[in-house]
């Protein structure tokens, strides 16, 4: 899971990470900055997934997302 969003492309698409994972706080979203690896660390700590469920989530948002980056 390698795949960290340029800050200009991240811009366009919090709004949908905000969406998808609705107990996102503005801190939670400032905090990510277009990193899948800290997105996924922030989905186990609101939602208590494990590791994994966390890096599948965001990989499956990049995969959806991708037209949008």
């Given at each position: 899971m390698n795949k960290d969003i340029a800050a200009g492309?991240?811009?366009?698409i919090k709004g949908s990470v905000k969406q998808t994972w609705g107990d996102l706080?503005?801190?939670?979203v400032a905090q990510i900055n277009g990193s899948a690896q800290?997105?996924?660390g922030i989905l186990q700590e609101k939602y208590g997934r494990t590791k994994e469920e966390a890096e599948r989530q965001v990989n499956d948002f990049w995969s959806r997302h991708n037209s949008d980056l």
């Open positions: 492309k991240w811009e366009q706080t503005d801190d939670d800290k997105l996924a």
